[in-house]
């Protein structure tokens, strides 16, 4: 998504020179850092592309082509496969829905074979007026800036770190608008280091987690998730 506009307000960055930081793009089949860029599954390991090196970052499916499925004025569905450099068979569909204003979008992941996955959101804000979040808890980074299962209290600083259990879902006044972003994802990064916008990344498990916490997913069984962007008074 390279330009969302409510009320005649533009919400996102719409132009950087790396294709990481503007828009609003799906993370598939992995979401955030996986060290080293290695996956290891049922004794096996996988080389992925180190997009930050020396990490792989948010997934495979942002340089695949898309293909439209069903295009209405205020719907599209595409859907890709996962690529080249991922190691398994499977596909993913976007489906965002503008419905009264607010805009739905839903990534499902089918699996050709059992692999474990993730699906996730990076939307990358421009710089709000106000921002509010409240989360239970922040995972704690190693000395490498991999995310762990090690919960700890929420700081007052910057933060490029992934969070836990949203008390509220967090919300930005860009403008004269003001949103909400809401999912049922279990975990949120949040990236706001960057002068240049601030980043609310909803996600299905943590940084690395294809490896710390798999979620396998299984043929015929797949992977569905779901964020919001809602305005709100």
Sequence with gaps: VSSLIMDGTELLVTAAEDSLGWGLYP????????????LM?????????????????HGTVLDVEWTVVEQLPAKITMTCDLGSDWPFAG?????????DGDVLFTLTLDAAEPQPAQVGWHPWFLPPRHSHHNFTAMLQQDVSGITTNQRVPVPHRKYDDCFVKPITMPWLTIGEVK?????DCSHW??????????CFEPQ????????????????GKPLVRHMAITRIS
């Design 179 to 183: 949103v909400e972003i809401s999912s």
């Design 27 to 38: 993370m598939v089949p992995f979401a955030g850092r996986v060290r080293d860029g290695v």
């Design 91 to 99: 596909t993913v569909t976007h489906v965002i829905d503008v419905v």
């Design 204 to 219: 299905s498990g943590p940084p690395n987690g294809i490896n710390t916490e798999p979620y396998v997913v299984m043929p």
């Design 189 to 198: 990064v949040i990236y706001n280091a960057n002068p240049a916008g601030i």
């Design 41 to 57: 599954f049922r004794g096996l390991q996988y080389e992925l592309p180190l997009r930050l090196p020396p990490n792989a970052l």
